[in-house]
């Protein structure tokens, strides 16, 4: 690798030492210095190539702490037809790409389809006996958009064994049932999602290149650096093989399902641990705000919206959606803690935050690790109350943070599903950013697009989709809001040593924007500052060469499962 000053309109660095700077100087995968032109000149000598980016700005690249990449590759490319609300706005839209996709197939072919929204698609979430008009016989199954979620049809029952012989809930998860105890079509939470959608795995063509596009379209929106939060050791192969093929451009960073046997086990990849890592445990205290599962004290309301998409708030929220006991959470604790690993719990509602906050605590206290930098996480925190948010800093957690809940449903979420009160201040930044914790935005890819440039924009203007402020004194500064998206994104993932910002030392990984952001108006940052590229260690991504470059389905090594999880 060359030596290499790249220059750029200006260098935001996110280091507060010397947040602004004219050039980089870059040696091999590593920053050398930054500064002026001739000083990075100087840090390299005369042969070194100068290479004006063309960028307005060059910035650390974008790092998501809360991601799900490869299952997100699978689940929203193709033969996968992708119905999310960006890209089917109505049920009418929904229905065109179903019958598109009975025509466009043969009859013996699963269909999978992602990213129904029983409450923007204003339609109830379907059970097996809608969705055995729309496909008859043929094998069906529909991802909810929240990952919480799926609906199948008798095709699929029969198919596996359960018309006469219906499984039992597995822990974490439920099915829903007809008063027989038969099955009706619906499904909740991973493990459950797991059973039905694990067999369809085989019928999928090319998971290796759909994971792939997926990486692809983050890294078109500035990310360099990603976690996948549902990882299963299925899924090694598929991220070996993507962190060898020529121009990845993302390192991920792997927190392993509690709900695998292998949790606490160690790991090592050949990508190295810069590329590839297993970094810590993953669980899900509640569900989805979406499909009713969100653990609230407060209730749902009894609205057009929620009826619509078959909340009941009789029975909806509350202690009845979390996922598991106290003593569930201890005895997984008991088994993570000691082996070091960084715990992530996924918190919507303030009942689960409750949960995970109570949980935490005392392990902390049993492995004597109050005080520590262990880092462990709460995921989302939707609906945490300003006193949740104080003691999770003062047990030293880290709060990573849904802006996508405020610019897609942040409408809904006040007064239509949840009450002001409650509703508006959803996804509460600016109390968190108040108590001092470390806070990180993700989009929790994909159930929401990657767009790091709009999670910025809507934390610091707190204007949802259609341009409505919700919850206007949760809205956080500007240069926060970077920082949650870079450098504190990559104190999330303990990786703040290598990259987040531009410093000497650190891995090069940058992305180069067309306008500075911070002279642009905030309300339309996303708008009006576009992503050009990115750059990881020292070397501009050529995503052309990534895509073609990959393992083709006829190799022997690189077509792995996709794992027990959607």
């Avoid at 065109?96 to 129904?116: C, I, R, W, Y």
Wanted: with cysteine.
């Amino acid at each position: 690798m060359s030596d290499l000053v790249l220059v750029a309109g200006t260098v935001i660095t996110m280091d507060p030492d010397r947040p602004r700077a004219e050039a980089v100087a870059v040696s091999g995968t590593r920053i050398v210095a930054v500064g002026t032109l001739s000083e990075c000149q100087a840090a390299l000598g005369p042969d070194a190539q100068v290479i004006d980016t063309g960028a307005a700005a060059l910035l650390p690249g974008f790092v998501e702490p809360h991601g799900h990449p490869f299952l997100g590759g699978v689940s929203t490319q193709p033969p996968v037809g992708l119905i999310a609300p960006w890209v089917a706005p109505t049920w009418d839209d929904v229905l065109a790409v179903f019958q598109q996709a009975l025509a466009s197939t043969g009859p013996d072919e699963p269909l999978v389809f992602s990213g129904f929204d029983a409450l923007l698609h204003e339609h109830a979430a379907p059970h097996a006996a809608e969705l055995d008009e729309i496909f008859g016989d043929r094998i069906a199954a529909v991802l909810d958009n929240s990952g919480h979620g799926i609906y199948f049809g008798t095709a699929l029952i029969q198919r596996y064994g359960w018309a006469d012989n219906p499984p039992p809930d597995p822990e974490g998860g439920h099915f829903g049932r007809n008063p027989d105890g038969s099955l009706d079509g619906q499904g909740f939470e991973v493990p459950v999602l797991g059973a039905v959608m694990y067999p369809l795995i085989d019928h999928l063509d090319d998971p290796l290149r759909a994971g792939a596009l997926f990486l692809a379209e983050m890294s078109r929106a500035g990310y360099t650096s990603t976690s996948d939060m549902a990882y299963n050791p299925d899924q090694k192969p598929a991220y070996e093989a993507l962190a060898a093929t020529v121009s990845c451009p993302l390192r991920v960073n792997l927190w392993e399902m509690s709900t695998t046997d292998t949790y606490v086990d160690t790991d090592t990849f050949a990508a190295g641990d810069e590329m590839l890592r297993k970094a810590g445990v993953k669980l899900w205290t509640d569900g989805a705000v979406w499909v009713g599962s969100a653990a609230t004290s407060f209730p749902y309301l009894d609205t057009e919206a929620t009826r619509r998409a078959n909340i009941d708030p009789k029975t909806a929220g509350g202690a009845g959606a979390l996922n598991y006991s106290r003593a569930d959470l201890d005895a997984i604790l008991d088994k993570a803690a000691p082996a070091g690993w960084q715990m992530s719990f996924h918190s919507n509602g303030d009942l689960a935050v409750e949960l995970a906050l109570d949980a935490y605590e005392a392990a902390l206290r049993r492995y004597d690790l109050l005080g520590t930098d262990h880092r462990w996480r709460i995921e989302h925190v939707g609906g945490a109350t300003r006193a949740q948010l104080d003691r999770a800093a003062s047990l030293g957690l880290y709060l990573s943070m849904s802006p996508f809940q405020t610019y897609f449903w942040g409408d809904l979420l006040d007064g239509q599903i949840f009450d002001h009160e409650h509703g508006s201040r959803w996804q509460p930044t600016g109390d968190a950013l108040a108590t001092g914790a470390c806070v990180s935005l993700h989009n929790d890819g994909p159930v929401s697009p990657p767009s790091p440039l709009t999670n910025i924009q809507t934390v610091v203007t707190r204007r949802t989709r259609a341009g409505n402020v919700r919850g206007a004194e949760q809205a956080i500064p500007l240069d926060a809001a970077f920082r949650a998206q870079t450098i504190d994104a990559a104190r999330t993932l303990r990786r703040e040593h290598l990259v987040g910002s531009i410093e000497a030392g650190k891995l090069a990984d940058f992305v180069e924007l067309s306008a500075d952001p911070f002279t642009v108006d905030p309300a339309r940052l996303a708008a009006t500052v576009a992503v050009r590229g990115t750059w990881l260690g020292g070397q501009r991504i050529d995503l052309d060469a990534f895509l073609a470059g990959l393992p083709t389905p006829t190799d022997p090594s690189p077509q792995p499962p996709l794992g027990r999880c959607c």
